[in-house]
């Protein structure tokens, strides 16, 4: 199958399933990383859609992604919450990996808000921080935007000047500000995974200028750029990146991390959505 049928599949799919149970489609999704999927249980959920019940949807393998669309209101607002996302590394190709965003931008959703467990690199970061997303390094992935052009979602050369949309920032800033929470800025990248990054390519990473490191967002970014939505990505400093500390890697500690702080990215996506 076509990936420009793939995507149609899905949206018709996820369009019945909404039209069947009398649900509007939210004009707000949220993709939770890695640690945060207890977000979701702050949505009084209307609907819970498992990946694995759709025709030609990839599942998510990786720990702590449950792999389901839940449905309903975060405070007051309507939200689709992806509640587990899936990764380059897992296998797929790239093409499957931003199918779900594609998928829900036919299906009407204006605004995306990309989470994602990073690495952190810049100076006095600390594990569980927050960090808006306002620039990215799409150069070590392949683009998901490689191969025949779907006309149908947007121009073959698709301008990238400003991915991440400046009011849906300054709405997360404010948010952060009312909530009294500490919100960092800085650019990200996005490498293959799934292993960790050695030390010395962390220090190569830092002479670019990059900030946060993980195996995920940018492409989903681009792929939601190029269909002209409007993006607004959010990091959780999971650990220190490689050689930054004394510590191992490990994936168990990123999910940790994530649960730790869930309350405070629940708190902080509420009182931004409201006024998205």
Known sequence: MSVMNKIRSVESELRWIFDDNDIAVPK???????????????????????????????????????????????GDSPVIIMQGRVHYYEGYPMTDVVLPLRALARLGVENFVLTNAAGGMQDGMQVGDFTLIRDHVSSFVPSPLIGPNLDELGLRFSDMTQVYDLDLQAIVKKAAETTGQKLLTGIYCQLTGPHFETPFEIQMLKKLGIDLVGMSTVVEAIALRHMDKRVVGISMVSNLAAGLSDELLCGSDVIDAGEKVGPKMTALLTEAIRNF
């Open 28 to 74: 707000t999704a949220v993709v939770l990383g890695s640690g945060l999927g207890d977000v979701a249980d702050a949505v009084q959920s209307s609907l819970i859609i498992p990946y694995a019940e759709l025709a030609d949807f990839p599942v998510s393998t990786a720990p702590g992604h449950k792999g389901r669309f839940v449905v309903g209101n975060l």
